[in-house]
């Protein structure tokens, strides 16, 4: 199962994905977990999902760490498939709690309340992508099922 999980390619282009991806959630999730990047931290983000969002503490929880650890780990290729999955429900949770009330287009002229979901929409394509093929090239997944022995047939017992 476990081989399966990280089972990959070496297709640059799926490289490229997972790092930008990765990049920009981890950043997104360095500013909801640790402050930087100019984020409210972790104790301004909790209190924005539980109070102005009513967001269960529990599920804020888990889509900060969706977003550092995930995009962590969508950046060194580790477990993709999880890290993907993981934003995955983040987006899907995203655009039902947020963003479907404003439409699909984003507020780019400000002349909205808030954003639409073409951007959640984007993620979403690139991690199903993920979800399907991997890391790609110079993934800690990759290193790891080329390390690790075929797993080998049993014969029969007659």
Do not use: C
């Amino acid at each position: 199962m476990f081989r399966k999980l990280i089972r990959t390619d070496d297709n640059p282009a799926t490289l490229i994905l997972r790092l930008v991806l990765g990049v920009v959630f981890f950043a997104h999730g360095a500013q909801k977990l640790l402050g930087w990047f100019g984020g409210p931290g972790f104790s301004g983000t909790m209190g924005m999902f539980t109070g102005y969002l009513h967001i269960p503490a529990p599920l804020a929880f888990l889509a900060i760490a969706a977003e550092f650890f995930g995009g962590l780990g969508l950046i060194l290729g580790f477990l993709t498939r999880i890290a993907a999955f993981g934003i995955t429900v983040n987006m899907l949770v995203a655009i039902a709690t947020v963003h479907h009330s404003y439409g699909f287009f984003m507020n780019w002229t400000g002349s909205q309340k808030g954003e639409g979901f073409e951007y959640h929409l984007l993620v979403l394509a690139i991690t199903a992508y993920l979800i399907i093929r991997g890391a790609g090239a110079f993934s800690v997944d990759r290193a790891i099922a080329a390390e690790s022995p075929a797993p080998q047939p049993r014969l029969a017992r007659a």
